[in-house]
């Protein structure tokens, strides 16, 4: 198990920290392919905004904001973006949808077990 604290620095410049550079990996992940089926969690996913910091790095709205929106805590968008902590050198490496699916079945599993 690591502990990887949401508001510490982000591996990539462009992000204000952890959590916006996780949220934008697993973003980059559905644009390419992953497929969501759960109402919940798109429910989460889509009342998440971002916005630029005085620093013009990519930032999430707060989480207790977010909470207002949901009436809950979105554990589940928070959960499923914890597993793209380190994805930009997975989007790096691997550039085609077929190899981002593969990757993305290795973390999740796969939908037909």
Same mark, same amino acid.
Do not use: H, W
């Given at each position: 198990?690591?502990?990887?604290?949401?508001?510490?620095?982000?591996? &990539?410049?462009?992000?204000?920290?952890?959590?916006?550079?996780?949220?934008? &990996?697993?973003?980059?992940?559905?644009?390419?392919?992953?497929?969501?089926?759960?109402?919940?969690?798109?429910?989460?996913?889509?009342?998440?905004?971002?916005?630029?910091?005085?620093?013009?790095?990519?930032?999430?709205?707060?989480?207790?904001?977010?909470? @207002?929106?949901? &009436?809950?805590?979105?554990?589940?968008?928070?959960? @499923?973006?914890?597993?793209?902590?380190?994805?930009?050198?997975?989007?790096?490496?691997?550039? &085609?949808?077929?190899?981002?699916?593969?990757?993305?079945?290795?973390?999740?599993?796969?939908?037909?077990?």
């Amino acid at each position: 198990m690591n502990l990887i604290p949401f508001a510490s620095k982000a591996s &990539n410049e462009s992000y204000a920290n952890k959590r916006a550079e996780m949220y934008f &990996n697993l973003a980059k992940a559905v644009r390419n392919g992953l497929y969501i089926d759960d109402p919940m969690l798109t429910e989460e996913l889509t009342n998440t905004r971002f916005m630029l910091d005085k620093n013009d790095k990519y930032i999430l709205m707060p989480k207790a904001e977010l909470k @207002l929106i949901l &009436n809950r805590s979105p554990d589940t968008a928070d959960a @499923l973006a914890l597993t793209f902590c380190d994805e930009d050198r997975m989007f790096e490496k691997r550039n &085609n949808k077929k190899q981002i699916r593969q990757y993305v079945r290795s973390v999740l599993g796969d939908p037909d077990d």
